[in-house]
């Protein structure tokens, strides 16, 4: 028998601006997180304008001195990683998806739940106000290494380093406070008949990125007091000179950003897999597989930290275990990309604006796969070490997880957010303006790493007696690219918010999904559900002989 549900529909001020509703908490995480997303555009924009047009003014900037350009280049990297993946891929997807898909009315704790938000935007004003302080925003790299982000002569900013590293304890809050909540809902408030098989991929990629955070982050918490103190109150946990060591920050921090890697690459692929399998109208193909694989990267995700230093001075023995652990994990990465591939085989594909997101995710990460096994191993990176292979590496990874992903999870779920459809020309001209571009950014930067090109350098016009000017018809290359794909980025803008009014209006299902989010009205109402439904089979059904329609939703009975 089901339930059913009453819920007196909010005022203005509560539902929008104090609401504990997850679907509002879900698009202000989006809408915060695509805000922080144009600002480390811009701050791309600022650098690669420096490094293609050196020395030259920058327009809407002005002259790009050498502490600017490296208060920029630390900024970017922050924002993009902790401000834009991490609230839009884990934060704004896992508050609207989890009640909705495993069938409640809202996140076990929903006060908590809004907590997390308003802490996670205080982080957030606290990191954009340390470009207003005295001396800048910081610019020890996001890395934050000691001695540049500790206290003593070194210190860049420190006023922005005590902002930054404040900033960024904050957003840990946040995430931590936000994975509970994940990890409770999920395992307590699943729809009657739900079992642990029938949980949608997605859902199980949140709550897996979730523990993997919440286990990894303590050491840096940890870290990050005790560089907090070398900040403020001249201790010495990391400075040499006082029977500290530098290397425990490196340490300590690659302890967590490695795993924070899988943090959100993990509910990437889950956005990705549940796509893909919409649209080539076919059951994921080895569910059990890909989610067992997904467990197995999230525990070796934390026996790779230290091939991050391989040139810091470690045990060559050691660096051989960790070129080990390196490759192994690329084993069941590969693994869940060629089960997609399997999961495209021989279905009936449909290439919308999602899909074609989701296609490009698998092929750009593919090539960020294959480059960072050069990277895994010890003896090449020590001559790759800090060049432009590694930013080019990077982003093929990071790029396809924070930007591709996100697209396509945001053109596939747009309808049930907010009860349109996003028009699909301008979301196809949007992909390709994107896609192109991006790789005429970084396969020149692999060419320019290869050749010698250290990564955080203002300006290579120092470097002429090395005939390093020979290499910047292929900076300007990947400058001029970026310029296009963030001119593009402006269609999707346009396409979005057009779409929020004018939009063709969608019914609850317009994909002709299987998964609980689909069977509630678009948008759905507060409380979700008019009655709580009951669960009767897995997510990915389609393709079933003898029914009339080709998908077999989970609440529908035999």
Same mark, same amino acid.
């Not at 896609?435 to 120092?462: C, E, H, K, W």
């Given at each position: ?28 995480? %989006?809408?915060? &997180? *695509? ?9 791309? /924009? ?7 047009? +050196?020395?030259?003014?920058?327009? &809407?900037?002005?002259?790009? #001195? ?20 991490? @609230? ?44 207003? =302080?005295? &001396? ?10 000691? +001695? %540049? ?10 006023? &922005?380093?005590?902002?930054?590293? %404040? ?13 509970? $909540? ?5 395992? $307590? ?15 199980? *990629? ?7 955070? *919440? ?30 060591? +530098? ?9 967590? !950003?490695?795993?924070?890697? /899988? =943090? ?39 026996? =790779? ?82 060049? /432009? ?32 459809? *996003?028009?699909?020309?301008? !979301? ?5 303006? #994107?896609?192109? +571009? ?37 900076? #300007? ?8 794909? %963030? ?31 689909? #069977? ?12 709580? @439904? ?7 059904? /389609? ?16």
């Amino acid at each position: 028998m089901s339930t059913q549900v009453q819920h007196a529909e909010p005022g203005v001020f509560k539902k929008y601006f104090w609401s504990t509703d997850h679907k509002i908490i879900a698009m202000q995480y %989006l809408f915060t &997180g *695509m805000a922080m997303g144009l600002i480390g555009g811009y701050l791309a /924009y600022v650098f690669r304008m420096q490094l293609g047009f +050196p020395n030259q003014s920058v327009p &809407g900037f002005g002259i790009v #001195t050498p502490g600017k350009y490296n208060a920029v280049v630390t900024m970017h990297g922050s924002i993009m990683i902790f401000w834009v993946a991490m @609230p839009v891929l884990i934060a704004a997807f896992g508050n609207f998806l989890i009640p909705l898909m495993i069938g409640c009315d809202d996140m076990a704790f929903p006060r908590i739940n809004r907590l997390s938000y308003q802490v996670f935007l205080l982080s957030a004003l606290l990191l954009l106000s340390s470009f207003l =302080v005295k &001396g800048g925003a910081f610019g020890g790299a996001w890395t934050s290494y000691p +001695p %540049l982000s500790a206290n003593g002569a070194y210190n860049l900013t420190p006023i &922005g380093a005590t902002l930054w590293l %404040l900033a960024v304890a904050l957003e840990f809050v946040a995430f931590l406070l936000g994975g509970i $909540n994940f990890t409770v809902t999920v395992m $307590n408030s699943r729809a009657p008949g739900m079992k642990m098989f029938d949980i949608p991929f997605v859902i199980w *990629m949140i709550v897996l990125a979730s523990v993997v955070f *919440m286990a990894s982050v303590g050491p840096l918490i940890a870290g990050a007091v005790m560089l907090l103190f070398d900040q403020t109150m001249s201790t010495g946990f990391y400075d040499p000179n006082r029977g500290g060591d +530098p290397l425990l920050w490196q340490h300590l921090f690659w302890f967590f !950003g490695h795993p924070e890697v /899988y =943090v959100v690459l993990l509910p990437a692929m889950g956005i990705v897999a549940e796509i893909i399998a919409v649209f080539a109208r076919k059951k994921l193909f080895g569910y059990k597989t890909i989610l067992y694989t997904a467990w197995s990267v999230g525990v070796l995700s934390f026996v =790779v930290w230290a091939h991050h230093q391989f040139v810091a001075g470690i045990d060559p023995r050691m660096a051989n275990i960790f070129s080990i652990t390196t490759l192994l994990i690329s084993i069941p990465i590969a693994e869940m990309v060629f089960l997609y591939i399997a999961t495209l085989y021989g279905g009936s594909i449909r290439l919308t604006t999602a899909m074609l997101f989701a296609l490009a995710f698998v092929a750009e990460f593919m090539i960020g796969g294959v480059t960072g096994i050069f990277l895994g191993a010890s003896g090449v990176d020590i001559y790759l070490h800090d060049t /432009y292979f590694v930013i080019a590496h990077f982003h093929y990874t990071f790029v396809p997880i924070a930007i591709i992903s996100v697209f396509a999870g945001i053109y596939f779920w747009f309808p049930k957010m907010f009860g349109r459809m *996003m028009n699909e020309t301008l !979301g196809k001209i949007h992909f390709w303006g #994107t896609v192109i +571009p991006f790789n005429f950014i970084f396969i020149p930067l692999f060419m320019t790493g290869a050749a010698g090109d250290q990564r955080r350098v203002y300006s290579y016009a120092q470097f002429a007696e090395q005939a390093r000017p020979a290499l910047q018809h292929l900076r #300007t290359t990947a400058t001029v690219s970026l310029l296009v794909m %963030l001119a593009f980025q402006f269609v999707f803008i346009f396409n979005f918010i057009w779409s929020l009014r004018n939009g063709k209006r969608a019914g609850a299902n317009p994909w002709r999904s299987t998964t609980l989010e689909w #069977t509630v009205p678009s948008p759905p109402p507060h409380g979700n559900f008019a009655e709580l @439904p009951t669960v009767y089979r897995g997510p990915y059904e /389609y393709g079933w002989p003898g029914r009339a329609d080709d998908y077999w939703p989970q609440d529908v009975p035999d």
